[in-house]
């Protein structure tokens, strides 16, 4: 029996040409999908099937899709963080130079001359309108360390700027992989105090939704310049006029253009491009579809926003996959209905996020309908599903 996949969106090749064609049906009208791709498509008035186990986002970020109702219902939601983290910091560093040297009102302006004599001359003579300053020694606040904050710190740093990073979250991996170069910050006012640009590569959450504010706003430099490719929410659109309109903000570059925005002197405006590169959307791609795949077919989780990594190698014919809530006694109380049928299990992981856990059991027994019924009525007990090798 063929595996229906949904497609949401337009999915790169290179993540279609994952599925196997003799094992999955890939299509935009799949009436009992076992895995959605996506990438923009809004999700939360979508009602789920019970055939629906994962959806992978073919990106960072998963505002589009409603996490908690996912995790109830058992199903595993992946994003890919690091794919479009090169294309990413490149766009970080194109604002960050936008945002200094006048460049886009130069152009702008410069298109003006055209058809009037002595075009040369009037270059010369109206360029000094357009001066900016340069990146070197300038200091540059970094609010997020992870995979994107993580390269456009470093490649700050190779540009000879002086950054300070801000991340409470950052992980080992990530620190691992900063420039020695990049100081800590404690805090965000620390950085706000210091910071002549500050680039925004954190989540919206409700934490930061708004996090840039008048308040905030007040504690930086005169003439900051803000970069924000992350999500327009994470800035007050109201506090930033005002302060672009004071001169306390002297450029805001995002990738998030609202009505209110547009035509607002000081803003560069971007469409959306952070993501927009061939390579960007292969990789997503690629690694949304490996992800889906890896779970459709073995139950490992990598990269899932609502439940724990979890991985183990198959040790036996079939694998047991059960989604639950972190409480006291679960495994136990599986064990003793796998026990009750006279099932040998060969092996086990379990792993928990916070309050959703998978456990994983590998038998070389058939696992009947009634025991998987009798697991499903445990109380705790999300999803229960049964890969045969």
């Not at 337009?10 to 009208?29: C, M, N, P, Q, V």
């Not at 595993?76 to 963080?81: D, M, R, S, Y």
Request: hydrophobic letters at 45%; charged letters at 20%.
């Amino acid at each position: 029996m063929m595996t229906e996949i949904k497609l949401l969106n337009k999915i790169g090749k290179a993540g279609i040409d994952r599925f196997d064609g003799a094992k999955y049906t890939l299509s935009e009208d799949a009436a009992s999908p076992a895995g959605i791709l996506v990438r923009s498509a809004a999700m939360h008035e979508m009602t789920f099937g019970p055939e629906l186990l994962a959806i992978a986002r073919a990106g960072a970020g998963v505002n589009n899709i409603p996490i908690d109702r996912c995790s109830e219902q058992g199903i595993v939601v992946f994003n890919t963080p690091g794919a479009n983290a090169n294309g990413v910091k490149e766009l970080a560093l194109a604002a960050l130079l936008l945002s200094s040297r006048k460049i886009n009102a130069g152009i702008a302006w410069a298109k003006t001359l055209k058809g009037q004599e002595g075009v040369e001359k009037l270059v010369e003579k109206g360029k000094s309108a357009f001066v900016g300053p340069e990146l070197l020694g300038k200091t540059l606040g970094v609010i997020g360390l992870g995979a994107i904050g993580g390269l456009v710190a470093n490649a700050a740093v190779a540009l000879g700027m002086d950054v300070i990073g801000c991340d409470p979250f950052i992980t080992v991996n990530a620190a691992w992989s900063l420039s020695r170069a990049v100081r800590k910050a404690d805090n965000y006012d620390e950085i706000y105090a210091n910071a002549d640009y500050i680039t925004l590569h954190v989540p919206s959450t409700p934490d930061t939704k708004g996090m840039i504010n008048a308040e905030t706003i007040a504690k930086m430099k005169d003439g900051v310049r803000i970069i924000n490719l992350a999500r327009g929410d994470l800035v007050d659109t109201a506090a930033i006029k005002n302060a672009l309109a004071s001169g306390k903000v002297a450029c805001y570059v995002t990738d998030f253009p609202s009505d209110e925005l547009l035509d607002v002197e000081g803003v560069i405006a971007i469409p959306h491009l952070g993501a927009s590169t061939p390579e960007s959307e292969e990789n997503c791609a690629s690694m949304a579809a490996s992800q889906l795949i890896e779970y459709l077919e073995n139950g490992n989780i990598k990269n899932s926003v609502n439940y724990p990594a979890t991985n183990m190698a198959r040790s036996a014919a079939n694998r047991i996959v059960v989604l639950h809530e972190n409480v006291p006694t679960m495994l136990a109380q599986v064990l003793t209905v796998l026990s009750n049928d006279n099932i040998n299990i060969e092996n086990m992981v379990s792993c928990s996020k916070g309050n959703n856990a998978c456990s994983l059991f590998d038998t070389d027994a058939k696992v009947s309908e009634k025991v998987q019924e009798d697991i499903r009525a445990i109380q705790g007990v999300r999803r229960i599903t049964v890969i045969e090798g």
